[in-house]
């Protein structure tokens, strides 16, 4: 055999073992976690159909285990419903799993996907990250709004003291106050319109879920006009555009004219558009998509959450009278609590962390998307798989809390479990690089409002009602809304 001859052999067997060895690994079956039997075309959409999904997902996961495989109409989905593999999901493999999944909602109404919540990894999501958690929603920044929180949390309480004696359903004046604070922050006085923009941002929460037909059925493109979704989302996206182009002309022209500048999250962000000097340049569209994103993310989460915290303080009297007395203790004979007395109120604290414990906003948080092929227990996560993580399943699990489905604030007295990200059994923003940049703002306000509620006032059940007969279920949807708004009479605590 001569040179030649040899070469070509030895080349062509090296060829024909690297095409055997590539197609036998390309062709080898993914280990894909157990889960449910599915049925043809719906997979196992029957076994959450009529049940909140992440207590769905719970149940089935007492039967499935901590890591579950389901087939959500054409979406193959990863759920996982404890704190050892919820730490493999925002720690091992956050980058790989650092994406989030296609939605119409994101498609339409946030710019093609361009904001932060629902828009895929990049070089430019990482970049407005960035801009959202450092120059926007910064310890620093949040502490500038405070004057705007204190003056809305005045105007809310002075709303309670007028209707003393009479009972109240105050879901919608939490959340307006909220909604001030967030608009304030984010346009100054220019927030015209707003009525309609707290509807749109309701509308909007309640859509966010992920679990739409249009989103379950994707390749089914028919399917989100014959719902009514893509007309809904495009309805609400025109309306949301128009409120934020005229605040924008009108927020132009201003600057035109050199007039005082703001120094509100709109500025910020007109100044970073302006300054140039970034890596990948930023449009008007892209500062909506934003601020659709800080409105909605910003809004009713915070205002549920002062909901069930002061539902779950009626339902618990003795909590009640511990966080009344702290509070009254701490503030005695003041005329007005402002915000830098607020860190005196440790119990409160435990109290807030309690409720988002058993009532987190998002309890299946947002859903992530595989960008780079991992794996979680052993099990393979192929690209493009939708990975939920149960954070419902999460907190109230045994292995980690004593006694999990009751509310005990003193749970958190002698532990330094907090939502920061870093304890996997209490993940209430989420964790990792999708975590959510909001907590101080958020935390804040729903501090600075129950601190006042529970210093003005007592608050009673309707005379029929007793503790343990409050109504806990939950409305359907993306967020975990109390089904059934709490109606309480204030009246005035006489000693102040
Ligand atoms: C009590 C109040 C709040 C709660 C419970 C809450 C909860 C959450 C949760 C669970 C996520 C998803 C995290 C994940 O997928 O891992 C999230 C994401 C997000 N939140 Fe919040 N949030 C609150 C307040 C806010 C506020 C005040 C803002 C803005 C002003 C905000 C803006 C966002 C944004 C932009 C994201 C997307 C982050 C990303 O995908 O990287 N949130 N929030």
Known sequence: MDDLTFLLVVSSLILSFYFILNR????????????????????????????????????????????????????????????????????????????????????IVLYRSSDVAL???????????????VELLSAKKVRSFRCFREYEVDHFIDFIRSNCGKPVIMRDKVTRMINNIVCKSSFGDNCNQQDVLIELVDELGRLVSGFSIADLFPEFGFLSVISGMKSNLTNIHKSLDKIFDDIFQERKMKRLRKENA???????????????????????????AIFVNIFVGGTDTSAMTIEWAMTEMMRNPNVMEKAQNEVREAFKGKKNIIESDLPELVYLDFVIKETLRLHPSLPLLLPRECREQCQINGYDIPVKMKVIVNAFSCAIDPEYWDDPESFKPERFEKSSVDFTGTNFEFVPFGSGRRMCPGIGFGVISVKSALAQMLYYFNWKLPSELGPKDIDMTESEGGVALKKIPLMITPTLYTSC
Not at 123 to 128: F, K, L, N
Request: aromatic share 8%; no cysteine; hydrophobic share 35%.
């Open 262 to 288: 703001e120094d509100d999250l709109l500025d910020v962000l007109f100044n970073i558009k302006e300054g140039g000097g970034l890596q990948v340049p930023i449009t008007d569209d892209n500062i909506k």
């Open 24 to 107: 036998k690994f390309a062709s080898k079956p993914l280990n894909l976690p157990p889960g449910p039997p599915k049925l043809p075309i719906i997979g196992n959409l029957h076994q959450i159909a009529g049940a909140l999904p992440h207590h769905a997902f719970h149940d089935l996961s007492k039967k499935y285990g901590p890591i579950m495989h389901l087939q959500l109409g054409q979406i193959s989905t990863i759920v996982v419903s404890s704190p050892q593999l919820a730490k493999d999901v925002f720690k091992t493999n956050d980058l790989a799993l650092a994406s989030r999944p296609y939605t119409l909602l994101g498609d």
């Open 119 to 133: 828009g895929p990894y990049s070089d430019y999501w990482r970049q407005m990250k960035k801009i959202i958690s």
